[in-house]
């Protein structure tokens, strides 16, 4: 490493012990501290990356997370910010933007094609002819820059945070600590949030300030109304103070996202420096008054042997001092206060050799600094309406007119001694926290609960004087021509060939050349494109005015946007059992069930011949209490229910305002004034909030209390001939005779010591009994049945053979066999509706359906009794779609396929012979049954 | 069939396991600093009344004896008390329904709660917004879920309760982002409260 210097005095790296790494294959040795990029320059490794467009060497910078030079490879993460990621053990680190390699690129080819490649060149080359643009995509997607990424690529652990501080400051400067400080001190919560690994901006690397850095850093981080979050970022101001936060580098946590909600957004993001545009000014070794400051005072870098500087201020005045003492030559400093200035600037593959400087000449040179201005990075205001101002004297723009919650501070809005920008720093904070608790009184007061607030007294407002603004010289390109965009290699030519062009306007030249479109989105580059646009047009800074910053402000993972997958499950009571005995999972929705335990067909011709048992728990269950539920139930359902007995049970279909098909279920009177409705399960959240809209909205004088209840009762249902025996021996308080216990009715009593309701019903066409109990005894009572019923041959079944029986008995599922068109009576349910009620849901509708002809839902089985058409199969007449499949299945009961299907009004009755088309274009005839159900139309089974 | 009937949680049980009141329980001891408590087992309901039934509203909770009495929505409470206890609040014109065995219950425990919480949870639960006994419903980690602030021993303590069919995901979801604080299962204490 011997471009380490002695030990400087604010250094950041830890000696102690080192840090290897490899970079493009090649060991390196670095300190804890490093990044890559000072590790690298440290090892005299001067050239990064290859440009973007052009391939032209790239070095260091800015030496900051902005750096354009320093984007590498880490491992399998691509695009890494190598001047801001710090070095960590065994890293291996790969330059992006080469082939073959970093020294020999041949894409550089394109730096000899530049007169050819100029703004606009890749839209007016490739838009013709237009069928060759699929060749002209797989070419030039070759030449696409950045990292790779392989489709292997670990998935990182990414997740969210939501806070709600007091005051939020971006920026952990001399003003946003001190604005930190004093808002803490005023009793507010306060989360600071800083970009770079340790708080104090452009304090960390200026020798002469370290002790009153120490002495911030320490306050705020003694402080315990303040969070700070360090190597995190304010990416983002929305609408109402909801600002989002980039946080990197925590243990075990790739990134994340937080979203807070500050009640008042401090910004004091500091100044960025601002790049001179001259030929050459993209050689390594030409690098930001800063950065050399950063390289010598926080990583003991020296940045050159030989240098020269061009200052127009104190940032560049203090790099001359800073290489000096580094031992550096100091070969020219041009002043550019006094019109010196650099006007190009030549070298080699790996870094600058000359500089030419007006009235000075020609001088030979390895390090070329420039100290020209600086760039107020105002995304935060510009995201929070503000349209910042230029100031021709200062040479920046400054902010305008922000929204009450949200303040400046710092030298984004002027300048001043460390005292002066400390007190500015304060004063704002001192405001944040005054209008934040005037916030947070009024969201208090907006509580549910909204227990009395002491509105008390805010504080008094305090003065905040504004901050001088110091002169400086507009600097932006010299004579000759440069890079204006270090990410996207856009020239100060490509700017002036676009106003040539027409583009009069900077939204359009960004647009036109994609300056300021690269990584960086402006920040580096605005300012420049600006000012090259006016030069151009003969307007002025002002007149030209900026494009608008909008959110990200920094790069984002997709995965930190992603957060935890937290995506909810839903488990029956009965899981357990469910997985020790090989259940094949189904999603329904949010919940897991059994599809079946290894063979349906098998359960099927179980439960035909013995007993079976399904959980049915996720059956929608609602709780219906209050002397107006018939009412309610009369205007839910389609069929009438005003004289449904206390232990009866009835089928209801619902129906929407359109007569469309909603839901469907069975509801029991439990007793005088207590319903429980069963609902599907996938309708369980739809129906009930259906019913609180009819409730609150439309009749609130019916007094009903409706309570969800669908997993306070493990469902089953034990259905089969056998069933009844089988319950006989866990039941005895409820007589199960058919006489005492008849087909849809319901009772109340215990089951294996438990108590339950039972009721007489089953979605399989066999004798069936559907228990529900209180959910924590659930697989108590499910491993009784099975114990009970050993002898008997119970065996699970699943919601596949449950699906093949009740198409053999010809039951529709609503949303399978219906869909969001289907009006009741195209359901073949007209037994059922009842328009001579005097109001229900849908009614309307219906009464018109009733009058006229429409689709009908028809059972089907094909000619073929092997051909199982796939649901969704077209039904064809004439050549044209006359319905479709809407289930289907082969039965183990009747050995034959069998269907559901909608078909059009014509060919509904019964023995039309259809046409089916199938997925392989061929046909299949079926025939229209009589009857929906396919197996036991009588239904003497299930009555059993 | 004379084996009497066990009740479970939703909540998969942490070694070792006890029946207390007919529920398998867990009586895990933890000595971490953030613990998560499956106490599903605790007695839950609902009281839907016109009526002034207790003094506080949809919003905040009160103790009463054993039992948190808490406004869990307009003209609504929800009672939780000891596991198998009754409660005496039945009066006329007013609707009861015992949700013990259709709520997951959990009790996140330590000064870090909220740091957990708020990586699932998008409310303020500063204390000027949320102070103890604070109840109200959010989204936690995708599930609706009831909260209720129920600070023990002057620290941080939140009472969870979802529908139970998400008990077991909402438990390992909590489990998941306190991770990084040194989360650990507290089983339930012999005749302690909820």
Redesign the interface.
Known sequence: MTNRLPVQPGEIIDRGSQVEFTFDGRSHRGHPGDTIASALLANEVTVLSRSFKYHRPRGVMSATYLDPGATVQVGDEPNVRGAHRRLEPGMEVISQNRWPSLGFDLLAANDLLGRFLTAGFYYKTFIKPQRLWPWYDSVLSKFAAGGTVSPDTAHGHF??????PDVLVAGGGLAGMAAALSAAVEGA?VMLVEEEYELGGMLCFDPARLNLLAEMRSAVVDHPGIEVLTNSVVTGRYDDNWVAIVQRG????HERLI?A?AKCLVVAPGLIERPYVFEGNDLPGVMLSTAVRRLINLWAVKPGSKAVVMSANESGDDAVADLERAGVDVRHVANARDGAGIVRAGGNKKRVAWVEVSGAGRIACDLVVTATGWTAPTSLMNMAGDRPIYDARAARFFPSQLPEDVMATGRITGDGTDAELAEHAAATGYEAARRAAGR?RS??AA?????PVDPGDLPPPKEIRPLARQDHPELFRSSTHGIVDFGEDVTSKDILAGAREGYDSIELVKRFTTVTMGPNQGKLETVNAVAVLAEARSQTISEVGTTVWRPPYAPITLGALGG?P????????MQPWHSSHEAVGLVAG??IRPDHYGDPAAEVKNVRTNVGVIDV??LGKL?L??PDVSHLLNMVYVNKWAKLDVGAVRYGVMCAEDGVILDDGVTGRLGPDHYLMTTTSSGAAGVWEWIENWLQTEHPEWRV?V?P?????ASMNVAGPRSRELLA??VHDIDLSPESFPYMTVRQGSI???DCFMWRIGFTGELSFEIHV????????WE?LF??GADLGIGAFGVEAQRIMRLEKGHFIVGQDTDGLMQGYSAGIDWMIKLDKEDFAGKPELGWQQQHESDRLVALQPLDPKIVPPEASQIIDDHRIAGRITSSRFSPTLNRSICLGVVAHHLASPGTVITIRLPDRTEAQATVMEHHAHFDHEGSRLRG | ?A????????IEQADPVEIESG?IVSRRSSDAALTITDV??ATKV?V?SERHLYPH????AARQGDWLIV?SGPSEWTLLGPVGAVPAVVQPES?V?D?????ALMRLHGELAPRVL?????????E??C?NL???RASV???VTDIVRDDRAGLRSYLLSC????G???FD?IR??GA?FGIDIQGRRPGGRF
């Open positions: 997740d969210k945070r939501f806070v709600h919560s925590l243990p075990s946590i979203k909600r947070g969201w208090q509580r549910a609960w909204a227990a935890r937290w995506e909810p499950v839903r488990y029956s009571p949010q919940w728990t996720p709780d209490r209050g209390h309570t209840v669908t997993t306070g009762y021996r866990l294996a010591g438990v209180p959910a924590g005894y659930g697989l108590h009572v009784s114990t009970a | 069939m084996e009497l009937p066990i009740a479970r949680s939703p529920w599903s087992a609902l839907k509203g949809y919003g905040t406004g609707m329904l949700m013990t065995h259709g709520r708020e990586k699932l949870c998008s409310i303020d639960l500063s000027p917004m102070p604070a109840a109200f980690a995708n599930v529908e139970r069919s998400s077991q995901y909402l979801a998941d982002a990084e």
